[in-house]
């Protein structure tokens, strides 16, 4: 599941997955909708961005826990203004963080269900 609020981003952020063997089951551009989704399809992986139009990503990550437990939710960002990411991603329970100019080089599987 990828949940962006990018339109551009989302359909490259599936192909990539999809490249590396992932099914892409839903897509979302916003928190309220992520959830939901979540409950409906129930992934086993998600990439959330940190900043939603609705709110903030780390946020997100406990509400997507609830709604398909087990989930592996990895962090992402166009930046990492504050240097703080990676260890607000530990603390919300992610997975990891990654930069987006980052996804297509990191190893998924460290963060990610096996495909």
């Not at 999809?18 to 979540?38: F, I, N």
């Amino acid at each position: 599941m990828i949940v962006d609020d990018s339109p551009v981003f989302r359909p490259s952020a599936q192909a990539l997955l999809e490249r590396r063997g992932y099914q892409v089951v839903g897509a979302s551009s916003s928190m309220t909708a992520a959830v939901p989704l979540a409950r409906a399809l129930r992934p086993t992986g998600a990439l959330v961005d940190v900043l939603l139009p609705d709110g903030c990503g780390f946020d997100l990550v406990a509400r997507l826990e609830r709604a398909a437990p087990g989930i592996a939710v990895l962090m992402m960002s166009t930046h990492d203004h504050d240097g703080t990411a990676y260890s607000r991603a530990e603390s919300s329970g992610a997975r990891g963080f990654v930069l987006k100019s980052q996804l297509a080089s990191c190893d998924l599987g460290t963060f990610l269900p096996p495909r």
